[in-house]
RNA sequence: GGCUCCGUAGCUCAAUUGGAUAGAGUACCUGACUACGGAUCAGGCGGUUGAAGGUUCGAAUCCUUCCGGGGUCACCA
């Protein structure tokens, strides 16, 4: 069956040419859907044509739509406003079209293509917990790789765990001074949350000392010496932080020790360090599990921070970076306004710059992936623009497919979250928040009391991480977004349960529907407008689902899925289904049902989202 | 300061990529079935799309300038 979108604009084309000899693409002829406030289905808009035409905007309209009427099979009647032509496809048409996909589980998916595509996400650190941030990070990866997926690729998930480097060994010297041998075992505590109670400590501790020597006389010595003019005390510590625990600081250079005693291979360290890894990804094991993701391969920064060096020797032979008087290697980017970047320290050792040099190149070689996607926050544009213009120039084969999968970071209604501050949104106590609202909700509402405990559990879990997560993937990606956790938690209006309570209310009506196989829905005449916007909502699905493949944007599938709701919510109100007129009326909406179920479960599975039968 | 992203209803977000009278939810007010699930439906209130110019049949969308906010400009990651 012909897409009659498409068609519609091979046919202008075809009309455009006999009717004013103009060439006119029919790809580029613009097709809308018909606003509510006039009649038709779909609106061509003929202002492109009145050069070619010389006529005013409504004769030419006139004339393409008498062209289209009396052309093509499918256009029943059309009316002209101004320069747009409003055109009415007949009720066979959407019928067809309906009975065709109404059995099709994931109408939309396309066919295996060949291409091979990577998706990075989440990529956490060790040393604490994940938090709101993550959250969105893993939502997009997550559906980003469903996407890609059902488009035809075939899709590796795959996150890089920051395993190593300072921050890991704060929490290690703060176990080890303050832990007195605890764990998490011992303590009843999350495991990776526990690690994380080790690297709030380190930090409170570090502050403790960092403000004593602040008021003592190296401290004062210093700031006399190093303050700029007018520069009160207060500004001056701040920004000099990082250099006092680099230079003077006990605990800094207790954690600095340490790091260097697990690059050198110290078995103690090591030891210690894997001890407190494992606790962690024991911890990150359960929160991913909750949230329902997975990856198909994890890279180590352990593992891969050496990496990358032998991409510079490359660099340096093919003269794309040089040599610095001090031994440190050097890119020049100043042509393409990116200015100059270090590629190696002046010892020989990688930067962040250099380990993802060689991860790129590492992973091409284990998967030979057309495509990757990395999911990181926009504050690294800057870094991904660098790493990637630095691939192009080292010619390495994916470097066209590379793409920064940016997004704005989540704000909380009192402004940024920051863990200082102890602002920052857990991800566990986050899940467990919106989870109980829902078990409080479902009391009051008692549909579930022939369930047992696991189920009922089940399904409160489904319809809590819904709203969480339609809440977030709802917006779009490049967004900065305002997270308020009072309207996360909202179960009603344009939220992930009212979703899932459109789905549900199908599951109902089919549940109590056991008639005949032999459907009279053919014999269906005359469609009600909600059985239209319905079938077009339906319609439309594919070209949005390329959409949000090419564009790497959720968000839009998150709004079909809640129009596509919402026309439900309203057919079913206006309409009966069981105790339909005729038997083809209720034979053809619990066609149209059922298409609409599967629509919605196919969706919200791209936005990582289960659809539970009850609730 | 340079570069970059953003600014839409009180609040949270849309707007078919330049199309018709800028739409949803929320909050507030009002109404609806002895009906297949009321986590629903309908109505009301709410806008100079940050501002001013420009481009054209047409601008929230493109261009210029300004205002406001974020990010970034490390031999940190």
Redesign the pocket.
């Given at each position: 069956m012909a897409n009659i979108i498409q068609l519609i604009q091979e046919k202008v084309s075809e009309a455009v040419q006999a009717l004013y000899q103009m060439e006119f693409p029919a790809g580029q002829v613009?097709v809308?859907?018909?606003?509510k406030?006039?009649e038709?289905d779909y609106?061509v808009?003929v202002?492109?044509f009145?050069k070619a035409a010389r006529k005013a905007?409504p004769v030419i309209a006139q004339e393409i739509g008498e062209y289209l009427e009396s052309n093509v099979a499918e256009i029943e009647r059309f009316n002209v406003?101004?320069?747009?032509v409003?055109l009415v496809v007949n009720d066979d048409y959407w019928k067809n079209f309906l009975l065709d996909i109404a059995t099709v589980e994931e109408y939309g998916r396309q066919p295996a293509n060949g291409q091979r595509v990577l998706v990075e996400f989440s990529s956490p650190?060790t040393n604490k917990p994940l938090h709101l941030g993550h959250i969105r990070n893993i939502l997009l990866g997550w559906s980003t790789a469903q996407i890609m997926d059902a488009v035809g690729y075939d899709v590796k998930k795959i996150q890089i765990i920051?395993d190593r480097?300072?921050a890991i060994c704060k929490s290690m010297l703060a176990w080890k001074k303050y832990g007195k041998e605890t764990t998490p075992i011992s303590t009843t505590t999350k495991p990776d949350h526990f690690v994380g109670k080790f690297y709030v400590l380190f930090e409170q501790h570090f502050q403790e000392e960092y403000k004593a020597w602040q008021t003592s006389a190296a401290g004062q010595a210093v700031f006399q010496e190093h303050k700029k003019a007018e520069e009160e005390e207060q500004g001056f510590f701040k920004r000099y932080k990082?250099h006092y625990f680099n230079n003077y600081s006990e605990l800094g250079k207790e954690a600095r020790d340490l790091l260097l005693a697990w690059e050198a291979g110290d078995e103690q360290a090591v030891a210690l360090w894997k001890k407190m890894n494992n606790w962690v990804y024991a911890g990150f094991d359960i929160t991913y599990d909750k949230l329902g993701v997975n990856f198909d391969k994890l890279y180590f920064?352990s593992e891969t921070?050496l990496l990358g060096k032998k991409l510079v020797d490359q660099g340096l032979e093919k003269g794309i970076f040089y040599t610095?008087d001090?031994?440190?290697v050097e890119a020049d980017l100043t042509d393409v306004?990116l200015?100059k970047k270090?590629i190696l320290?002046?010892?020989g050792?990688?930067?962040?710059?250099t380990?993802d040099l060689g991860t790129a190149h590492q992973r091409y070689e284990d998967f030979e992936a057309q495509k990757m996607i990395y999911v990181v926050a926009?504050?690294?544009?800057?870094?991904f623009k660098v790493l990637f213009e630095l691939l192009k120039r080292l010619e390495e084969p994916y470097a066209d497919g590379l793409y920064h999968l940016a997004y704005?970071?989540v704000d909380l209604?009192s402004g940024?979250m920051k863990s200082r501050e102890g602002t920052v949104v857990d991800a566990d106590d986050l899940m467990t928040e919106v989870v109980g609202e829902?078990q409080a909700?479902?009391e009051e509402?008692d549909?579930l009391n022939d369930l047992d405990q696991e189920q009922r559990a089940e399904i409160?879990h489904q319809?809590g991480l819904a709203a969480l997560k339609f809440?977030i993937t709802?917006?779009?990606p490049?967004?900065?977004?305002?997270?308020?956790p009072k309207?996360s938690v909202?179960?009603?209006?344009?939220?992930g349960?009212?979703i899932?309570?459109a789905y549900?209310?199908i599951?109902?009506?089919l549940r109590?529907w056991e008639g005949a196989a032999n459907s009279q829905a053919n014999a269906y005449q005359q469609l009600e407008k909600e059985e239209k916007d319905l079938i077009q909502l339906l319609f439309g699905f594919p070209a949005i689902l390329q959409?949000a493949a090419k564009?790497y944007?959720p968000?839009?599938l998150a709004?079909y899925a809640?129009s596509l709701a919402?026309s439900y919510?309203?057919f079913?109100?206006?309409?009966?289904?069981?105790?339909a007129d005729t038997e083809a009326a209720r034979d053809f909406r619990l066609a149209l049902s059922e298409a609409v179920a599967n629509s919605l479960k196919f969706t919200m599975k791209l936005l990582g989202i289960e659809m539970p039968?009850?609730?």
């Amino acid at each position: 069956m012909a897409n009659i979108i498409q068609l519609i604009q091979e046919k202008v084309s075809e009309a455009v040419q006999a009717l004013y000899q103009m060439e006119f693409p029919a790809g580029q002829v613009p097709v809308n859907t018909t606003r509510k406030e006039f009649e038709g289905d779909y609106t061509v808009v003929v202002f492109p044509f009145t050069k070619a035409a010389r006529k005013a905007p409504p004769v030419i309209a006139q004339e393409i739509g008498e062209y289209l009427e009396s052309n093509v099979a499918e256009i029943e009647r059309f009316n002209v406003v101004k320069g747009f032509v409003n055109l009415v496809v007949n009720d066979d048409y959407w019928k067809n079209f309906l009975l065709d996909i109404a059995t099709v589980e994931e109408y939309g998916r396309q066919p295996a293509n060949g291409q091979r595509v990577l998706v990075e996400f989440s990529s956490p650190n060790t040393n604490k917990p994940l938090h709101l941030g993550h959250i969105r990070n893993i939502l997009l990866g997550w559906s980003t790789a469903q996407i890609m997926d059902a488009v035809g690729y075939d899709v590796k998930k795959i996150q890089i765990i920051n395993d190593r480097g300072i921050a890991i060994c704060k929490s290690m010297l703060a176990w080890k001074k303050y832990g007195k041998e605890t764990t998490p075992i011992s303590t009843t505590t999350k495991p990776d949350h526990f690690v994380g109670k080790f690297y709030v400590l380190f930090e409170q501790h570090f502050q403790e000392e960092y403000k004593a020597w602040q008021t003592s006389a190296a401290g004062q010595a210093v700031f006399q010496e190093h303050k700029k003019a007018e520069e009160e005390e207060q500004g001056f510590f701040k920004r000099y932080k990082n250099h006092y625990f680099n230079n003077y600081s006990e605990l800094g250079k207790e954690a600095r020790d340490l790091l260097l005693a697990w690059e050198a291979g110290d078995e103690q360290a090591v030891a210690l360090w894997k001890k407190m890894n494992n606790w962690v990804y024991a911890g990150f094991d359960i929160t991913y599990d909750k949230l329902g993701v997975n990856f198909d391969k994890l890279y180590f920064e352990s593992e891969t921070y050496l990496l990358g060096k032998k991409l510079v020797d490359q660099g340096l032979e093919k003269g794309i970076f040089y040599t610095c008087d001090d031994g440190s290697v050097e890119a020049d980017l100043t042509d393409v306004k990116l200015d100059k970047k270090k590629i190696l320290r002046s010892d020989g050792t990688s930067l962040y710059i250099t380990q993802d040099l060689g991860t790129a190149h590492q992973r091409y070689e284990d998967f030979e992936a057309q495509k990757m996607i990395y999911v990181v926050a926009d504050e690294q544009n800057h870094h991904f623009k660098v790493l990637f213009e630095l691939l192009k120039r080292l010619e390495e084969p994916y470097a066209d497919g590379l793409y920064h999968l940016a997004y704005g970071m989540v704000d909380l209604p009192s402004g940024k979250m920051k863990s200082r501050e102890g602002t920052v949104v857990d991800a566990d106590d986050l899940m467990t928040e919106v989870v109980g609202e829902v078990q409080a909700n479902s009391e009051e509402r008692d549909t579930l009391n022939d369930l047992d405990q696991e189920q009922r559990a089940e399904i409160m879990h489904q319809v809590g991480l819904a709203a969480l997560k339609f809440f977030i993937t709802k917006v779009h990606p490049k967004k900065r977004m305002t997270f308020d956790p009072k309207e996360s938690v909202d179960l009603q209006g344009q939220t992930g349960p009212y979703i899932q309570n459109a789905y549900v209310r199908i599951q109902s009506v089919l549940r109590k529907w056991e008639g005949a196989a032999n459907s009279q829905a053919n014999a269906y005449q005359q469609l009600e407008k909600e059985e239209k916007d319905l079938i077009q909502l339906l319609f439309g699905f594919p070209a949005i689902l390329q959409e949000a493949a090419k564009d790497y944007d959720p968000s839009t599938l998150a709004q079909y899925a809640y129009s596509l709701a919402k026309s439900y919510h309203k057919f079913y109100h206006d309409h009966s289904i069981l105790n339909a007129d005729t038997e083809a009326a209720r034979d053809f909406r619990l066609a149209l049902s059922e298409a609409v179920a599967n629509s919605l479960k196919f969706t919200m599975k791209l936005l990582g989202i289960e659809m539970p039968s009850r609730m």
